[in-house]
């Protein structure tokens, strides 16, 4: 595992971006759904074959807007348009599932179309801008990356142990 600084050109979003082509998937624990942080991936987005996110209770916010960092973003006046792209994609690509409580951490794993997973990232970091690094954040969050097959696997079964203990509710999108 190697340490992501999460800044320049060592982002989460570098390391995603890469692995998300046509067939593959994304699985995903993630504290907060950012409208932008889906425009900084979506065309990659929607190559994808299927995403599976895994989001704190429903009482929880999401920050799908209120990051101060993405205050730019939103004087761009596309909220609207990104919110419709966003919902479509659910609809189209992502299972999802509640936790029951708050989610203390991230992990993201992308996996091919077999399967398998090709990277893996875990620690403080959510699908939102500054998760993803394309805005700064905090620099004391602690990110790490896999670096060979066996650490992807290894995140990829946590992630599918959490998955499997929490039962499928299609309303939740």
Known sequence: MRIVTNTGADRVIDLMLPEMKPGHRLDAVTSALSLFAYAAAMS???QLAQARLLLPRDDIDLERLAAE???????????????????EWLRAKAEVRRAAGRVPQGALVLRDENGEPRQAVLGALALSTEGLGTTPGNPLNLIHASETPEESRLISQWFDLQWTALQARPDEK
């Open 69 to 87: 960092a993405d205050r730019m973003a939103r004087n761009q006046l596309q909220t609207r348009w990104l919110a419709k792209r966003f919902a």
């Open 44 to 46: 990659e987005s929607n």
